[in-house]
């Protein structure tokens, strides 16, 4: 079984900054890519940014220069550093991690349950 669960969302004024955590735990042999999406009302699921056990990064085009990705390997965690908030950044941000129960297995995709971020005045 593997749990995926984030934490760090709130409300935050335009301009300001969070940080997301996304922690997966359970029985785990290995995890590839880590990443970011968001749900605004209406609208469909977005990628936000991901990032590979390696360390590399892709953002989508309207957080670059804003968020940055990145992770802890030893504890199976990947942040969401936001800056520069605005009100369109509000949405349920869920976190992804791609994961290998046994060396055997295929990679299979697991989500959170989604936390919410308000930007607002």
């Known amino acids: 079984q593997v749990q995926v669960v984030e934490s760090g969302g709130g409300l935050v004024q335009p301009g300001g900054s969070l940080r997301l955590s996304c922690a997966v735990s359970?029985?785990?042999?290995?995890?590839?890519?880590m990443g970011w999406y968001r749900q605004a009302p209406g609208k469909q699921r977005e990628l936000v940014a991901t990032?590979?056990?390696?360390?590399?990064?892709n953002y989508t085009d309207s957080v670059k220069g804003r968020f940055s990705i990145s992770r802890d390997n030893a504890k199976n965690t990947v942040y969401l550093q936001m800056n520069s908030l605005k009100p369109e950044d509000t949405a349920v941000y869920y976190c992804?991690?791609?994961?290998?129960?046994?060396?055997?297995?295929?990679?299979?995709?697991?989500w959170g349950q989604g936390t919410q971020v308000t930007v607002s005045s």
């Open positions: 359970g029985s785990i042999f290995s995890i590839d890519l």
């Open positions: 990032i590979t056990s390696g360390g590399s990064t």
């Open positions: 992804n991690a791609r994961v290998k129960i046994t060396r055997w297995d295929y990679w299979g995709p697991y």
